[in-house]
């Protein structure tokens, strides 16, 4: 059983499941059943019930008819469509950001994170590499200073981080990656807009086949 704050339990209760499911601890296509939630936490079906609303919402989790609630599942056509969302996105933010106020602040952060990717990538640390991949992108959103777009980022990042997790593409991918960001970079830094956006198009398409490249390959 698992210790709650009861002060704040559907606060609570939702980040614990979506930690699990980001990090497949539930996987993909997996029930939540109340019952078992309720033994889990050992409390009533009220904050469960909030909870998986807002995974819904989130687009963690899906209603099924005659099955209840359960995590969703990812298809290509559901990754092609992850990964084209938030190509658009991020070059969206990319936009955004170039014409920050705090542009040599971000340059800075920018530059800070690829180094911290470097060791991580020489180290071998693949966890941490992750980490810092990611907050490559999560620096656009910041400087681009647009909630709404802050906010449909970070419901789509969720599903994304899950075909990352599921599919370990860091693993074999990291060079590569971190290429990538330090073209990217330098054309921020440039302020060649036009170059950055279509650097950042082709980071994600480059993503997007070699995902599926691997899970064809596992499939065989």
């Keep these: 059983m698992i210790d709650i ?3 704040t339990l559907g606060d609570q209760i939702y980040a614990v499941l979506r930690d699990d499911i980001i990090c497949q601890r539930i996987k993909c296509g997996e029930k939540l059943t109340l019952k078992a939630l309720q033994e889990r936490f050992d409390i009533s079906s ?3 019930r909030e909870a998986i609303k807002r ?3 989130e687009g963690l989790v899906e209603h099924v008819t005659n099955v209840g609630a359960k995590v969703i599942n990812i298809d290509e056509k559901d990754i092609k469509e992850i990964y084209d969302f938030c190509s658009v996105l991020d070059v969206a933010a990319l936009k955004f950001a170039t ?3 705090r542009f040599n602040e971000m340059l800075q952060e920018m530059e800070n994170c690829i180094k ?13 590499f992750k980490l810092h991949s990611d907050n490559f992108h999560d620096i656009l ?9 802050y906010d449909a980022a970070k419901n789509i990042r969720s599903q994304f981080t899950i ?12 060079a590569w990656i971190l290429t990538g960001h330090k073209e990217i970079f330098e054309a921020i830094r440039s302020k060649d807009i036009e170059n950055a956006s279509s650097l950042m198009t082709r980071h994600f398409e480059h993503s997007k086949n070699y995902l599926l ?3 064809r390959e596992q499939n065989n």
């Design 5 to 7: 704050i009861k002060a």
């Design 141 to 149: 959103y910041k400087y681009a200073d647009n909630s709404r777009l």
């Design 46 to 48: 009220t904050p469960i």
């Design 55 to 57: 995974l819904s919402q």
């Design 163 to 174: 075909l990352t997790t599921k599919y370990q593409t860091f693993l074999n991918a990291g």
């Design 213 to 215: 490249k691997s899970i």
């Design 116 to 128: 911290s990717q470097e060791i991580c990538l020489n180290n071998g640390n693949m966890e941490r």
């Design 99 to 101: 014409n920050s106020d």
